[in-house]
């Protein structure tokens, strides 16, 4: 099983980033798939939840009405639209697979840096 993430960089308040999550190794369709992120000194945080189906999406929060969880179930990825960013959205973003409707999977991406700064 490998999920990797992209779409991370450096980017000013206000800007918008896509992070993408490419799964292989499992059936992806079968996958709640969720996007965490940690911040420098902080622990890890659920940030957005989408369901196999892509029919039932959940957000933290703090990004919600800011970020957009997606799914391609043809492509086997996973996608976090972030849009009007903040400082304190800066952190390592990493995307999760499996679980249930309640709790995390057992697969971890390596993660991608956001950082937002002027």
């Known amino acids: 099983v490998q999920l990797v993430e992209s779409g991370g960089g450096l980017v000013q308040p206000g800007e918008s980033l896509r992070l993408s999550c490419a799964v292989s190794g499992f059936t992806f369709s079968t996958a709640r798939m969720r996007w965490y992120r940690q911040a420098p000194g902080k622990e890890r945080e659920w940030v957005a939840y989408?369901?196999?189906?892509?029919?039932?999406?959940n957000y933290a929060d703090s990004v919600k009405g800011r970020f957009t969880i997606s799914r391609d179930n043809a492509k086997n990825t996973v996608y976090l639209q972030m849009n009007n960013l903040k400082s304190e959205d800066t952190a390592v973003y990493y995307c999760?697979?499996?679980?249930?409707?309640?709790?995390?999977?057992?697969?971890w991406g390596q993660g991608t840096q956001v950082t937002v700064s002027s």
């Open positions: 989408i369901s196999m189906e892509g029919i039932t999406t």
């Open positions: 999760n697979a499996g679980g249930t409707t309640i709790s995390p999977g057992n697969y």
